[in-house]
T-cell receptor
Framework: EAGVAQSPRYKIIEKRQSVAFWCNPISGHATLYWYQQILGQGPKLLIQFQNNGVVDDSQLPKDRFSAERLKGVDSTLKIQPAKLEDSAVYLC???????????????FGEGSWLTVV | QKEVEQNSGPLSVPEGAIASLNCTYSDRGSQSFFWYRQYSGKSPELIMFIYSNGDKEDGRFTAQLNKASQYVSLLIRDSQPSDSATYLCAVKDKGGSEKLVFGKGTKLTVNP
């Protein structure tokens, strides 16, 4: 079974530039998450999609971050304009619906590493 | 904002010893608790989950949950150098919410 795919793996941009990250979840997984993990910290949820609808975006800095999940499959996370404090790993994850009831889990991709200089 | 607290460490133990990792959470209604392992430069991977008070054992790993004290722990017996990683405690929101809230993680080093 293919895992969660993310690209690009690494990106270095200057502040005020824009960047976009792409995620392809595990086939059949209805729920897709974008987490931000700053060095030395745990992952923080930015946005959660159920199919192509937003379930939770309470911690997404909407003045600069946007995300979409067209057709309920792939997703794109965009940052514009980037700030130095956006340097982090952006983890995409996916899960089947009601994953916890079946002793399942959410599955993470390898992450997209962003450095803003 | 629901919080999950962990000692950031680092925690250093000799090979063969028991490593003890601790986690507390703020939301008394939380129902499901997870331990993830994250190797440097890699994504988190699930190693244990626990839903009920008490102990749950899986090989060298034991998760302990005390909902009254809002406390979760992970014990690693016979620690190996390959266990060296950051261990993330995660708590699932109650009810139908599917999201996980993570702690900052505890970095464990097992010395040969």
């Amino acid at each position: 079974e293919a895992g969660v795919a993310q690209s690009p793996r690494y990106k270095i941009i200057e502040k005020r530039q824009s960047v976009a990250f792409w995620c392809n979840p595990i086939s059949g997984h209805a729920t897709l998450y974008w987490y931000q993990q700053i060095l030395g910290q745990g992952p923080k949820l930015l946005i959660q999609f159920q199919n192509n609808g937003v379930v939770d975006d309470s911690q997404l800095p909407k003045d600069r971050f946007s995300a979409e999940r067209l057709k309920g499959v792939d997703s794109t996370l965009k940052i514009q304009p980037a700030k130095l404090e956006d340097s982090a790993v952006y983890l995409c994850a996916s899960s089947p619906s009601s994953w916890w009831t079946a002793g399942n889990t959410i599955y993470f991709g390898e992450g997209s590493w962003l450095t803003v200089v | 904002q629901k919080e999950v607290e962990q000692n950031s460490g680092p925690l250093s133990v000799p090979e063969g010893a028991i490593a003890s990792l601790n986690c507390t959470y703020s939301d008394r209604g939380s129902q499901s608790f997870f331990w993830y392992r994250q190797y440097s430069g890699k994504s988190p991977e699930l190693i244990m989950f626990i839903y009920s008070n008490g102990d749950k054992e899986d090989g060298r790993f034991t998760a302990q949950l005390n909902k009254a004290s809002q406390y979760v722990s992970l014990l690693i017996r016979d620690s190996q150098p390959s266990d060296s990683a950051t261990y993330l405690c995660a708590v699932k929101d109650k009810g139908g919410s599917e999201k996980l809230v993570f702690g900052k993680g505890t970095k464990l080093t097992v010395n040969p």
